[in-house]
């Protein structure tokens, strides 16, 4: 029979690496704390109608990207392939508005989208979604890319180039969308086939399409900032001014439209130039109107999501810590088979006592357990021989200064913390 393989676009994250992933994880929890964001743990697959209409019918994502599958009982329902429209449908069905607004939920799982993969770009990858609803205060919008920054800064992530623009609202886009069709309609040879299509039906598309020849094309393209409403304009100052307040270098890109049509005045991106072609490692923005078009109340909101896949190739790539790798504090060897069971029965009694222990079940010799403590990393190797057996004591070796003690087993927990706490 021919071998089973992971579909093309998905991959195991193996130990070598999911400690990384915990790390990152790990820091995404403390920054959310820190900016009072809750964790929300969401369903991987929805309605598809909800992210047809919630997303757009003309984007990237709806268009080509979905997973969309019809299960037992005839409904269509779609992996999630992002999460903010899941996020604004959870809010309007627990009825959040009670609570004090803004409600700050965050979340971290996979996302699904069939695209091409390479470096960068996977089929199933993860995001960490931060999302701030119910609030048009424009310092909620500095708030969430803020959050994104600071997020980086304590990965230790260098580099970094943030984007923002406006995408304007309802009222101001239809001014600006006329422009751009006057524009792109005396180009519409030199554009690839997508972008002649999205010329009629959501110009503003054709500024996000990665083809270089579009890319030259979207370069002369009339910015926004003149077409934006009075409302629009405010808020738009308000963010960059309060991003300046705070410090934050970044751009205005008038480029920058995003790939999801429920976005509303402020989009923004961070970008590394460490990923080639798959740049963003962090994309958000406002989207006033995505509740409205799933059929909530007015919900005006703002948001980010970022690639964890993304992050951690830059950090590999910046040469940035992870931390230390988890490995065993104490190597438990056993010297001879008689005393085998034994080293179980301390090695358990290590483990309740909360110490990472590790012990060989391969009859291995004892050059060749020393060789494993030291090749997992263990500070300790805690050794049981039949000497000790008799004394019961066991012998404690601090693999790294090469000392060892004997000790009563009822002390060895203790001893081990107080070497631990000593350096
Ligand atoms: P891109 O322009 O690279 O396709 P996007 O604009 O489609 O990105 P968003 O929908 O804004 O991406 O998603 C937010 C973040 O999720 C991105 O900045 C990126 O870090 C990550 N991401 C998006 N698609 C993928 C993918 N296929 N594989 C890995 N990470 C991804
Ligand atoms: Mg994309």
């Not at 391969?362 to 049981?384: C, D, H, N, Y």
């Amino acid at each position: 029979m021919t071998e089973i393989k992971a579909p093309r676009g998905v991959r195991d994250i193996l130990p070598d690496e999911s400690w990384k992933w915990a790390y990152v994880l790990n820091h995404a929890h403390a920054v959310a704390g820190d900016f009072g964001y809750a964790e929300v743990h969401l369903p991987i697959f929805e309605h598809t109608e909800l992210f047809s209409r919630g997303i757009g019918e003309t984007t990237d994502v709806v268009e080509k990207e979905m997973y969309t599958f019809t299960d037992r009982g005839d409904r269509s329902l779609t992996l999630r392939p992002e999460a903010t429209a899941s996020m604004v449908r959870s809010y309007i069905e627990h009825d959040m508005a009670e609570a004090g607004q803004p409600v700050k939920l965050w979340c971290a799982g996979p996302m699904f989208r069939y695209e091409r993969p390479q470096k960068g770009r996977y089929r199933q990858f993860w995001q960490l979604d931060f999302e701030a609803l119910g609030s048009s205060n424009p310092m909620v919008d500095v708030e969430i890319i803020e959050l994104s920054l600071e997020l980086f800064r304590r990965l230790g992530l260098t580099n970094l180039e943030v984007m923002v623009n406006s995408v304007g609202c309802p009222k101001c886009r239809p001014v600006y969308k006329g422009r751009l069709m006057a524009y792109f309609g005396a180009h519409l040879d030199t554009l690839c086939e997508s972008c002649v299509s999205r010329y009629s039906r959501n110009p503003l598309r054709i500024l996000d399409c990665k083809n270089p020849q579009c890319r030259a094309v979207t370069e002369d393209a009339p910015g926004i900032y003149d077409s934006l409403c009075e409302d629009c304009r405010t808020h738009f100052t308000s963010v960059t001014d309060g991003m300046t307040r705070l410090g934050a270098t970044f751009h205005v890109d008038k480029r920058l439209v995003r790939g999801l049509d429920y976005y509303t005045k402020t989009a923004y991106e961070v970008l590394s130039g460490q990923l080639g072609a798959q740049n963003a490692v962090c994309g958000g923005g406002r989207y006033d109107n995505l509740s409205e078009a799933v059929g909530g109340p007015a919900l005006p909101s703002v948001g980010f999501a970022t690639g964890l896949d993304r992050i951690i190739l830059v950090m590999e790539e910046q040469g940035c810590s992870f931390g230390k790798r988890p490995a065993p504090l104490v190597y438990m060897i056993a010297q001879t088979p008689a005393v085998r069971t034994e080293a179980q029965i301390l090695t358990a009694s290590l483990r309740r006592s909360g110490l990472a222990v590790e012990m060989d079940y391969l009859g291995r010799s004892v050059k060749a357990q020393f060789k494993a403590a030291s090749t997992l990393g263990a500070r300790f190797a805690a050794i049981i021989g039949e000497s000790e057996m008799e004394k019961g004591t066991v012998s404690l070796k601090d693999l790294e200064s090469g000392e060892q003690v004997e000790v009563l087993r009822h002390d060895l927990a203790g001893k081990i913390r107080k070497l631990c706490e000593s350096n």
